[in-house]
């Protein structure tokens, strides 16, 4: 879970930041809502994503 959130991040981050370097933002962490928002929202988009396999993978999950 840790990593997906990060893998997430990864794709967000500042590529410019005032450093030069890319970086991780812990004000997009926060204002995502934290470990639980972003793995939230990423399980809501991949649930979207299924189309019409998505009340199987509902029936998997419960």
């Known amino acids: 879970m ?3 959130a990060l893998d997430w991040l990864w ?4 590529k410019y930041s005032q450093s030069g370097k890319a970086r ?3 004000r997009l962490f926060s204002t995502q ?3 639980a928002g972003i793995l939230s929202q990423n399980a809501d988009d991949l ?4 189309g019409r396999e998505r009340e199987q993978a ?5």
């Open 33 to 35: 809502g934290e470990l």
């Open 24 to 26: 991780l933002s812990s």
């Open 11 to 14: 794709e967000k981050r500042d």
């Open 47 to 50: 649930l979207k994503s299924l």
């Open 58 to 62: 509902l029936k998997l999950l419960v």
């Open 2 to 4: 840790i990593e997906n």
